[in-house]
């Protein structure tokens, strides 16, 4: 197995084939005139006859021409100096919009756009061009992606390792009230920001058998033999670093048939058999399985897992140490991080390359792995943790079912060491599970192998060590730490809000983008009454942005001047959107039966965004509830001018952008002990709304750092949920006794939001009445008690602004760059490179 050739053959003799390549002038002129050559000549029109599209791909090209000659510099440097780089191994990557991104990055965007004017054109314009890349679902996905982005501004080496999805995540419409999912088809119009490399293409065994042989040295050797492969053709995606130079790599891997595999049919004589095992081949990276925490056991998400797993350990091997490099020392050179259980068939293919590719010992295999990785759970969601049945594994991976056999065997001999006789113990703790089917428990076998095994925020950690691996715990106390999650202020705060980053600027001076703690220095702003008028004409500034992008994307029309509620995030019944729905209900009921005036309602918008998992009836269900709740109450005279639904079909990055910078009210009312951490939560404090949540995942810790006065807490606590659940729930009691939550429900069964039919929205209904796995009756009240609190604080602007100020000033421990100060500390044990 090998390295590629690389670099001349004879030396060079040329003085440019040695120096960095030459970059485009730092100047309108030199821009405009590499905009035009790329539009020339890598479009192929002239000014006058190209489209938006063409322009746009020429701006990218442009911006892409000047990073590329730091991008080549960064890898050489790295590769020099032998630095560890961190290989974080995602399924998933949700990046969002490259463009704005890449601008900001490179100190382009002044330049660009003067440029641009010259040429007749307008930057904003060229920019909503670009077509978001949606290669991830949510939370995870994202998270990934503001991880590269804070490790190439921290300046540490890192390759992200993914799949390139033909579609990412789907479109969603609404039709009806009703979710439809259409194509995601990202690449349809061309993809200025990737570098294709099918010569270093890779090839990816699957199927077949093992069998046992001695080899020359008189050694007992295992021997895959499989039955189909595919080709991995990795693509590169520049990682830039914020003004710093470093541009960091994203490598994700499509899959394409092999020549041996169609040749093999076509010999047979089968032409049409031929493309369609082509067809076959290529299925692998075709699209991004919609499931986001509850991940279905499908044979091709299998595939797709250790289609990626394989070519990314093959290529750092193979391509970014040097050769002859001893592998006994790899973990010197790169740690791998594993984003969830997604990539954990890393573990026993490393093991299958050390060992049958390598001839390492089991033991020198299994020192070096042991070594490498470390692990990040992302849930507590028993049925998000990922069961893999033997059956599938061993028919797919034959060889590395066989391994993981054997990782079990010699982990519970560990076990049964420091426990003897503990029969229950081991069982309990085996990798492989006996029930319903055999299986292999993913984040068992991650924990055995990990380093260190992390959650994503305080309180996730250690309901991560006390319930959901608590005998893991027990044996390796020290494996287990905590990185509470972050958020690049590069694209949440400074390209989503420039207004509020001017101001800030203007306050403290710069500097905070790369050192978001000294967002602390804003504190005694919230004082200061010029400040303070400034801030809030920034939000009402970004409120009317939206409006504007409502109006044209959805032709939804935002009120002025009203307190704006948002929740958005995945829906899912443990996030508890149908609790936010219930209390839009409850305000809408009370005015039509005169209850309440109209006038006694704070004027508000709820605006949700949500995409619901494709197979998921219950969040489907509760989409069409949402919409049609929506319609009525924005077409009720009872309620005009006071209350408003918005629900804007595909959320995305890019609507995210603009939705954050402009809310008042951020909602994050998970049922407590469920949500691992939410980012959005942070995001939102970020941008200066304040949040109503429960003691759940971050909250816990914004709470803290923004101090109770700055922060709505409402509903019970992660204890007090587990002694309720323990104590027997029954939702009806809470219907049977709270006459306001009982008008509510009746208000919905009445047929009132489903055009008369009293049956539309039983399931949703019926199952919180009956079962409501996720409490949300049992919040109910302390919810509308607490948004009654929300409304008067609301009235009072000034305290409102002043706590929205304080919220921006004491949230910068939330930037990403932070948590990859944490790993690396407590996890990677390594540095940034200077
Ligand atoms: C948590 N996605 C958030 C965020 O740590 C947390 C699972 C299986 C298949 C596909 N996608 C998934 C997730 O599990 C996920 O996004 N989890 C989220 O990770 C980052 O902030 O609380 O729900």
Request: proline share 5%.
């Amino acid at each position: 197995s090998g390295h590629r050739t690389l670099g001349p053959t004879s030396t060079p003799t040329h003085p440019l084939a040695t120096a960095p390549v030459g970059m485009p002038a730092h100047s309108v002129d030199g821009f405009v005139r590499e905009f035009l050559h790329e539009l020339n000549t890598n479009q192929g029109v002239a000014l006058s006859r190209s489209s938006a599209n063409d322009q746009y791909l020429a701006l990218a090209s442009t911006v892409r021409n000047y990073l590329m000659a730091r991008w080549l510099e960064t890898s050489r440097r790295t590769r020099e100096a032998k630095a560890k780089t961190i290989g974080y191994l995602s399924a998933e990557y949700l990046l969002g919009r490259q463009l704005g991104n890449a601008l900001l990055a490179t100190d382009l965007n002044e330049i660009a756009e003067k440029g641009l004017a010259l040429c007749g054109l307008d930057l904003v314009t060229l920019r909503n061009q670009e077509v978001e890349p949606g290669l991830g679902n949510g939370g995870l996905g994202r998270l990934a992606a503001c991880f590269i982005d804070s490790l190439a501004t921290m300046d540490v080496p890192c390759i992200g390792y993914g799949i390139r999805y033909e579609y990412g995540i789907f479109r969603q419409t609404f039709v009806d009230g009703r979710q439809v999912e259409e194509t995601d088809t990202w690449l349809a119009l061309g993809s200025p920001w990737e570098f294709p490399h099918p010569e270093a293409s890779v090839q990816v065994d699957f199927g077949g058998h093992t069998e046992r042989y001695v080899d020359a040295d008189g050694e007992e050797r295992t021997r895959w033999v499989p039955s189909w492969n595919v080709l991995g053709v990795p693509y590169n995606y520049m990682v830039p670093g914020y003004l710093n130079g470093r541009v960091n790599t994203l490598r994700l891997w499509s899959a394409q048939a092999t020549k041996a595999f169609d040749l093999q049919i076509f010999n047979a004589g089968d032409y049409a058999q031929a493309v369609r095992a082509q067809t076959f081949a290529e299925n692998i990276s075709k699209v991004l399985y919609p499931e986001d925490s509850t991940p279905q056991g499908k044979e091709l998400r299998l595939q797709q897992q250790y289609f990626f797993v394989a070519c990314s350990l093959r290529d750092f091997i193979d391509n970014e140490l040097e050769e002859g490099f001893d592998l006994h020392n790899l973990a010197d050179r790169i740690t791998y991080q594993l984003n969830d259980t997604h990539p954990v068939i890393a573990v026993p293919e490393l093991m299958r390359l050390l060992i049958d590719v390598r001839g390492f010992s089991w033991d020198e295999a299994w020192e070096v792995t042991s070594k490498c990785f470390n692990y990040t759970c992302h849930t507590l969601l028993p049925e998000a943790l990922e069961v893999w049945s033997t059956e599938l594994l061993g028919r797919l991976l034959p060889r590395h079912l066989e391994i993981v056999y054997r990782i079990n065997d010699q982990f519970l001999a560990e076990v049964d060491k420091t426990f003897p006789g503990d029969g229950l113990r081991t069982r309990r703790m085996s990798i492989i599970s006996e029930y319903p089917e055999r299986g292999v428990r993913m984040a068992y076998l991650a924990t055995v192998a990990a380093g260190k095994v992390n959650g994503v925020a305080a309180l996730h950690s250690q309901l991560l060590r006390d319930k959901v691996l608590p005998d893991f715990s027990e044996l390796w106390p020290d494996k287990f730490t905590n990185v509470t999650n972050g958020v690049t202020p590069r694209r949440f705060v400074k390209l989503a809000n420039p207004k509020l980053s001017d101001l800030i600027t203007d306050a403290i001076g710069p500097g905070w983008l790369t050192n978001l703690e000294r967002l602390k220095e804003l504190e005694p702003y919230a004082d200061d009454p010029e400040f303070k008028a400034s801030f809030a004409a920034v939000k009402a500034s970004n409120k009317q942005r939206l409006t504007a992008l409502l109006k044209t994307r959805d032709d939804i029309d935002l009120p002025d001047g009203h307190l704006l509620d948002v929740m958005v995030k995945r829906l899912h019944e443990y996030k508890r959107q149908s609790l936010k729905l219930l209390h839009i209900v409850s305000l809408y009921e009370q005015v039509l039966s005169g209850k309440l005036p109209a006038s006694a309602l704070t004027p508000r918008t709820v605006v949700f965004g949500a995409k619901a998992a494709p197979g998921y009836r219950m969040a489907k269900d509760t989409i069409h509830l949402i919409n049609k709740v929506a319609m009525k109450v924005n077409s009720a005279p009872e309620v005009e001018g006071r209350l408003k639904v918005a629900f804007p079909a595909n959320y995305n990055v890019t609507l995210a952008e603009k939705l954050i910078p402009a809310a008042d009210l951020s909602e994050q009312i998970s049922l407590a002990g469920m949500e691992a951490s939410g980012t959005g939560n942070m995001k939102f404090a970020l941008n200066g709304a304040l949040t109503i949540g429960t003691d759940d995942g971050a909250n816990v810790e914004i709470r803290q750092l923004v101090g109770d006065k700055h922060f709505f807490l409402f509903g019970m606590d992660e204890p007090a949920v587990t002694e309720l659940g323990a104590k027997g729930y029954h939702p009806g009691a809470y219907y049977e006794s709270n006459p306001q939550l009982r008008a509510t429900l009746d208000l919905i069964l009445s047929g009132h939001f489903s055009d008369g039919d009293p049956h539309a929205f039983d399931s949703v209904v019926f199952n919180l009445l009956h079962q409501d796995r996720f409490m949300a009756l049992a919040d109910f009240q302390s919810y509308v008690d607490t948004q009654a609190l929300v409304e008067q604080r609301y009235a009072d602007q000034d305290a409102w602004t002043r706590s929205a100020i304080l919220n921006v000033a004491r949230t910068g421990y939330f930037s990403s760059d932070r948590s990859m100060r944490d790993y690396l500390q407590r996890i990677w044990h390594t540095s940034p490179m200077l």
